[in-house]
């Protein structure tokens, strides 16, 4: 069955973090995307993790669109090699151009801002703005602290079952891309108008 060409939105960290297999991870979901004829849309770096997501996406002849604020270009070093990069001024420009017209939203390990994004995204969805798959990437276990506090706030009654399905978890990034295809079937791209 042939994959529909999608555009995925790829949030991850500018670090590359304490263990080597973090930035192989980006490595290889930037190789996977570009096997696939799929573009990348990420937060625009070329450092960390950000930086080794796209140059593999990139090298693997995915197209490769980054969005990054005026304020960030020197801290994240903004990446010039990209097919698009936009740079805007503020945080908020840069999350609606990277979640608009996408079909689908990964994170991989990250920091703060990639918890922010992630758990944006994933409001969304449970609010009813958007219907696209949300993908976690647990590499060497990395999201399984998160999952035990969603799990502990759904048992305190915060967080429903429906909330906690809407997020697909894999351990490789072609297991993770294969799912989220499936679940992209039958849905529109986010019209952030309507946020």
Same mark, same amino acid.
């Given at each position: 069955?042939?994959?529909? %060409?999608?555009?995925?939105? *790829? &949030?991850? +960290?500018? !670090?590359? /973090?304490?263990?080597? =297999?973090?930035?192989?991870? $980006?490595?290889?979901?930037?190789?996977?995307?570009?096997? %696939?004829?799929?573009?990348? *849309? &990420?937060? +625009?770096? !070329?450092? /960390?993790?950000?930086? =080794?997501?796209?140059?593999? $996406?990139?090298?693997?002849?995915?197209?490769?669109?980054?969005?990054?604020?005026?304020?960030?270009?020197?801290?994240?070093?903004?990446?010039?090699?990209?097919?698009?990069?936009?740079?805007?001024?503020?945080?908020?420009?840069?999350?609606?151009?990277?979640?608009?017209?996408?079909?689908?939203f990964v994170a991989l390990p990250g920091?703060?801002?990639?918890?922010?994004?992630?758990?944006?995204?994933?409001?969304?969805?449970?609010?009813?703005?958007?219907?696209?798959?949300?993908?976690?990437?647990?590499?060497?276990?990395?999201?399984?602290?998160?999952?035990?506090?969603?799990?502990?706030?759904?048992?305190?009654?915060?967080?429903?079952?429906?909330?906690?399905?809407?997020?697909?978890?894999?351990?490789?990034?072609?297991?993770?891309?294969?799912?989220?295809?499936?679940?992209?079937?039958?849905?529109?791209?986010?019209?952030?108008?309507?946020?």
């Amino acid at each position: 069955m042939t994959r529909p %060409r999608l555009r995925v939105c *790829v &949030y991850c +960290g500018s !670090r590359p /973090g304490a263990n080597p =297999a973090f930035l192989h991870s $980006a490595q290889r979901m930037g190789t996977a995307l570009g096997r %696939r004829g799929w573009q990348l *849309v &990420y937060g +625009g770096g !070329r450092v /960390g993790m950000m930086g =080794a997501l796209a140059d593999a $996406a990139l090298a693997a002849g995915s197209d490769v669109e980054g969005v990054i604020p005026r304020s960030l270009m020197q801290r994240e070093a903004g990446h010039t090699g990209l097919t698009r990069l936009q740079v805007v001024d503020t945080m908020h420009e840069r999350k609606r151009l990277m979640a608009e017209h996408t079909h689908a939203f990964v994170a991989l390990p990250g920091g703060v801002g990639t918890f922010e994004e992630l758990f944006e995204v994933w409001s969304w969805r449970y609010l009813g703005y958007h219907e696209r798959p949300l993908g976690l990437l647990d590499v060497a276990g990395y999201y399984q602290p998160l999952l035990a506090l969603m799990q502990h706030a759904q048992r305190e009654g915060f967080v429903t079952a429906e909330q906690m399905s809407m997020v697909t978890l894999r351990t490789t990034p072609d297991d993770l891309l294969d799912a989220i295809s499936d679940l992209t079937a039958t849905c529109e791209p986010v019209d952030l108008r309507r946020i």
